[in-house]
Each structure stands twice: as C-alpha cells, then as structure tokens.
C-alpha cells in the first residue's frame, strides 16, 4: 500500500512535487491579489530558497555530485539573504533607535 510513497521520496521526486506545490501556491496567492506583481517580488526570494533546499533534498536522495548539492544550497542561502534584507529593510523605521 505504502510503496509507491516509499518509492517516490527514495527516487527524489517528491521533491519535485513539493517544488510544484509550492509555486502553484504561490501564483495562486498572487492571483487573489490586487497587485499580483508585487506580490511575487515579495515572495519569491523565499519560495527560491525553499526550491533548492528541495532541489537538493531531491538530488541528495538520488546521490548527485557534492557539488551540485553544493551549489544549491549556496544558491538557497543567497536567495534567503536577500529574502532577509528586503524584510529588514521594510522593518527599518521600527528598528532605529529613538533617544530623544
């Protein structure tokens, strides 16, 4: 009953599926929305990210070449980097310090 589902994570293509979902996800959120453009430039550093994690999830299980999982997971810190700095960058008013 429970081989297929075995078979796809040993096989690694569940991560392909989780890719699939996750930005079929977000086209939906971003179709639901007024500004559907913005709304993609906001969440797509983040759902890049989270695609090479999986991408590399997925090659890992299959047991790629270190420096293919390697250069996912540089291309997945990279991505949250940015995903970071626009977030921070839209917090920085809290942020600063009041003395007066």
């Not at 989780?18 to 500004?35: D, G």
């Not at 991408?55 to 291309?75: I, N, P, S, T």
């Amino acid at each position: 009953m429970t081989a297929w589902l075995t078979q796809i994570f040993i096989s690694g293509w569940i991560s392909v599926v989780a890719v699939l979902v996750l930005w079929s996800v977000i086209a939906a959120v971003a179709m639901r929305s007024p500004r559907p453009d913005l709304v993609i430039k906001t969440l797509a550093p983040n759902a890049i990210s989270g695609s090479c994690l999986l991408a590399a999830f997925g090659l890992a299980m299959r047991q790629a070449h270190v420096l293919w999982l390697g250069a996912l997971l540089a291309a997945s810190l990279i991505a949250f980097l940015v995903d970071l700095k626009m977030r921070l960058a839209d917090q920085a008013s809290g942020l600063s310090r009041r003395t007066e």
